[in-house]
């Protein structure tokens, strides 16, 4: 018996589509790749053949740039900040979203609209006020000091979305234990927190990428170079007189490393928990 293959046709559209996505994707990749490739070279090739491939793999840009550069230090001083940041973002932010999506309180709205407020101030408006305050209360030129700005600026995306979680929790879940005699802290951590494990991985990231690329606020407030963070020690390959830029280039690739990776590893839980948060939130 002769079958017969349907074959499914593409429409022009579909074909569109995909080729306007593989071009966005080499428009993110080859940067990347390129910065990759350029760390290997020495300061002449890059000048010479900048988009050549290196003619030997040039492996003491990476060891120069991490014992002059101080990229050890630089890079424990941002995990600090980052995952301290991190802990506590997630959960006060998780309080407030679930006091905010499931509790009935008059003031749960303005409550919300306050929130929301700090998203739209950006951090330029309030550093002056930080530094001076910081400065009168101790807090500068240390990690603390960092951790507080992070934090709060932090805290208003993380409960916008967990808010959105905690809504799309069906009631009958909520009634049920309280009917079982769960106090509201065990409905929190018990029932609501799980099931919105995947907004804490959207938010966690979120907030993990943001503050280790923060650089402003980490070059006003620290000086100590002892407890400088990455983006701020990279800075430091760049002189007003001369740049090495295949240091640079090495320490960028050391920066960018764990960003990529983390973000590689949770990339689904990313995509799953913003449209889960946006459509029944």
Known sequence: METKLN???????????????CILALVYILPLVWVV????????????TPFALPESFYLENYQVAWTAGHLGTATLNSAIVCVTTLLFSMLFGSM????????RWKGSGAMMVYFMTGMMIPVHCVLIPLFTRFTKLGLSNSLVGLILPYLTFSLPTTIFIMTGFFRSIPNELVE???MDGCTIYGIFFRICLPL???????????????????L???MVFISDDTKKTLPVALSKFVGPYNTNYSQMFAAIVVAIIPTVVVYCMFSNQIVDGLTTGAVKG
């Not at 919105?196 to 993990?208: D, K, N, Q």
């Open 216 to 218: 402003l606020l980490a």
């Open 7 to 21: 074959k499914k046709k593409v429409s022009i559209p579909t074909i569109l589509i995909y080729v306007f996505l």
């Open 96 to 103: 407030a979203a679930f006091a905010i999506g499931r509790l």
């Open 176 to 178: 049920s234990a309280c």
């Open 196 to 214: 919105a494990r995947t907004g804490l991985f959207v938010t966690g990231l979120m907030s993990f990428v943001a503050n280790w690329n923060e």
């Open 37 to 48: 490739l350029v760390s290997f070279k020495t300061n002449s090739e890059i000048f010479t």
